[in-house]
């Protein structure tokens, strides 16, 4: 099993809509954890990071978090055509690892 | 601002040559890492440092060697470049231990091993 697994998508969703993006994980000893955008051609960047139980709002961006179910998510209210990216889920447990993305597309 | 710079950002080799990627790190971050990006598959960790000479295999390290002789530098080695190792390579780093700290990307090596 995958130390972190994202549903693959793609993802299409309307300008306006609410995009939602779920990650899994599968060591419970894991402490934060992190969502990353990557545009085409580009390096990964931070969006949020969370670590407590519950939801952290940024922003148009809502992460949630819920260690009983070893789930993370990350909410995109209001979408954008420039939020049309590939999203990763990344969890620190010594080291980061990555999930494998799930590819956004906002369709104004 | 943190910096991650790669020493390439585009990298032609032939098969069976020794390739060197360097990354360099101005934040005084303890870990290291080197990740390799291929498509559907996101980013697959190679190898972590987390001091210097300290190296740990990610989960792919097969074909790979990593030196770290100072803390602001991480090589990773191909030592016999295959044409399978042709991808993206991302260098990143980040500070120590479990707390809540991020990794910072550099902008990529794109290698193409023919």
């Known amino acids: 099993q995958k130390e972190v697994e994202q549903n693959s998508g793609p993802l299409s969703v309307p300008e306006g809509a609410i995009a939602s993006l779920n990650c899994t994980y599968s060591d419970r000893g894991s402490q934060s954890f992190f969502w990353y955008r990557q545009y085409s051609g580009k390096s990964p960047e931070l969006i949020m990071f969370i670590y407590s139980n519950g939801d952290k709002e940024d922003g148009r961006f809502t992460a949630q978090l819920n260690k009983a179910s070893q789930y993370v998510s990350l909410l995109i209210r209001d979408s954008q055509p420039s939020d049309s990216a590939t999203y990763l889920c990344?969890?620190?447990?010594?080291?980061?690892?990555f999930g494998a993305g799930t590819r956004l597309t906002v369709k104004p | 601002d943190v910096k991650v710079t790669q020493s390439s950002r585009y990298l032609v080799k032939r098969t069976g040559e020794k390739v060197f990627l360097e990354c360099v790190q101005d934040m005084d971050h303890e870990n290291m890492f080197w990740y390799r990006q291929d498509p559907g598959l996101g980013l697959r960790l190679i190898y972590f440092s987390y001091d210097v000479k300290m190296k740990e295999k990610g989960d792919i390290p097969e074909g790979y060697s990593v030196s770290r002789e100072k803390k602001e530098r991480f090589s990773l080695i191909l030592e016999s470049a295959s044409t399978n190792q042709t991808s993206m390579y991302l260098c990143?780093?980040?500070?120590?231990?479990?707390?809540?700290?991020?990794?910072?990307f550099g902008q990529g090596t794109r290698l193409t091993v023919v």
């Open positions: 990344a969890v620190n447990i010594g080291d980061m690892r």
């Open positions: 990143a780093s980040s500070f120590g231990g479990y707390s809540v700290t991020e990794a910072f």
